[in-house]
């Protein structure tokens, strides 16, 4: 495999950095919580029913938190509240959260039992919900052992193809994913309804409708689940189920995603806070704990750095790119996340008509392959330049297609012809597939025959990237990370501490707040 | 003399290789095996749709039970192109320079351009590639220009919030871009933003302009904007028509535009200067 020669004292330095920029954050997630942590705890417990209000469904987790927050009592954690309701009620979990969600029981008014019983019996159930994760996790290596998983994290054996399902109805995502497993496809991720990331909730039971993608909720992960376990099975070959693990509910779908089984997560230490304004604090204390649930799941993150490239020029702003992926690197090892496990990413979606484009397109994935080598990159296919001409769009998929496969890329998301005109069509996703096969066949060995020219265009190009990063990420650690997101470090956003949806949602811990899962999920 | 035929633009159709061949290719699936059936019914769909000397190129297996055609047939169809009538948005192009020109001595100050994703929509690209400096296709955006004061409010704006900043910042255009068109979300959110502004007596103070991949002129005007711009539009576009159909509006009402000049020139300039 061909390699850059990079500066491995400037790449260390840029960890160090990042790990410095990490460390005031660490304090603030060590004494904060937030109310979608505290419904994610009642989650692992398996509390997953809804109430019906004004023809809606709501979970039963919201109301629960909510309850506790508005009498400034949440402090303390839910369980703090909800395990001595058990005993005192000697209801179980799905009992209890039912009776209090329909206000039956008031858990701020039940009779106290003595705090060692109320933190014995939270160990308990929190170490009964651990072991489901981990009998889900087995479960789901001895199906990827069964059909014959051939999945590398560093990219040694080519990209992993990986597209997309986004009809909005999660009946018809499964005929469009299956179809999809049939032409062969490795990964199906559902995108989600637009701006589930905005609802402080998951919504509930199975879903029909959505605009642009279809709602992340349990029963539509199970939906997809059984059914790309069926067709893997059928054409003996693992299909990896995706969903999102960002926003405001972060860290429950973390533990929908670890009780389903799924085996990606998009997951990014700092998109919510850039692209969807979401408040600076309240992602950084959630995506924590959601990490700490994907770490002991071993589900792989995707990170979502593609987006500075959409917003922000994708020529000049590699820096920014490569900065972000060392600090959600550095986050995620925080989390007690493992290198494979970080599907940091990146995407080609510098200006097709520049010049020699593909040369700087080859060194911005053969230095990010390199950088992080035990990593399972994600490569993101153009979108920015897209436009109406499918038959353009198409080739400009198949030079990502090439640029992948020669700089052993792990997961390729697939780019499709009809980008920027529908969300896919069978056809477009089939004529993708065959489209990425077609190249990572054809040149499936190709990067193990060539070398980088020593100090040529496309080496010296990442060198720049790796020095501007160096100099970005020694603002960013000068500055803080606040100020620096502040000061639009990164995609010319501006966010403030304070600014942002959720703020209200993070809470200072209790001296007693009871969460046993920071101590059990390693 | 020519050997080849002229087109006839009574009778225009489609050119494959040689005039009046009405040469078309088709692509779809069929939610069946690829079988022969298959094949002949793709065929006969293709006749249905006016359609003869009908190649079907290949039949693919897409997936289990879904067959996919790549088609090539003729036209039997014509239509009379000399009748054919198409509203455009009424704007001569000019430049960037042109344009600042244009406001600097019959405006004489910044006019003020509100840019925002609305609804739900998360999808910036357009807006940032019309507002953002940078622009798009080596066309500087509306941030460049020393004589728009123009601001990219994001992704994810309100309708409400819009009009309110709009009132708040004395604006004078209003640019939404909409991309994300599953069940026609983004005609009802413009047609609620139209609805809004008529009951805020904006409407007729404004210059509404919606952008997008599935935004026509006359979808636009439909909804009640005053101009629609689709995929390719470049921020000059988009500054041409805004500062004509500014100029328009002065000239039709002369007297109260004159006040608001007055009163808005009075604001101090956040911005000033070239950017």
Redesign the interface.
Known sequence: MAHLTLDPALIEQCRKFASSIAKPIDALIQTHTTVAIERAVLRLLGVEGAVEQGGQWFPEVNIIVEDLRRENALGQGVLHWFINGMIQTRMTPTELAKATATRKINLLKLPRAPETEVQKIALAQCKAARDHLVAEREKRDQIRKETGDQFVPDGSQGPLIYVIVATGNIFEDVIQAQAAAQAGAHAIAVIRSTAQSLLDFVPHGATTEGFGGTYATQENFRIMRKALDEEGRRLGRYIRLTNYCSGLCMPEIAALGAMERLDFLLNDAMYGILFRDINMKRTLIDQHFSRRIIALSRIIIHTGEDNYLTTADAFENGHQVLASQFINERFALNAQMTEDLMGLGHAQEMDPEHPNVFLYEIARAQMTRDIFPQSPIKFMPPTRHKCGDIFYSHLMDAMFNFVGVLTNQSIQLLGMATEAMHTPLLQDRWMSIKNARYIFNGAHDLGKEIEFKKGGVIESFAAKVLEDTFEHLKMIEKKGLFKAIEGRAFAEVSRTETGGKGYDGVLLRAPNYLNPFFDLLK | MSKIAEVNLKKLRPYGDIMDDGTIQL???LPVEATPEAREAAVLLTQKMGFDQIKVATM?K???G?A?FVIYARLKHTVDFTQIKVLKVDAQKRSREEIDELIRTRIGRKLVVLGACTG???H??GI?AII?M?GFAGDYGLERYQWLDARNL???VQNEDLLKLAIQEKADAILVSKV????N?HIRDLKELIQRAEKMGLKDQLIFVAGG?RVTHPMALECGFDAGFS??TKPSDVASYIVEEYLRRQSSQKPQENAKVTAVSGKGKKRGGAK
């Not at chain 2, 994300?180 to 069940?183: D, E, I, L, N, P």
Request: no cysteine; aromatic share 14%.
């Open positions: 692509a779809f699936t693919e897409a997936a289990n879904f996919f739900y929509d998360a910036t690209v940032d953002n940078k994001g992704a994810q994300v068109s599953q069940h979300i991949p995929v390719g």
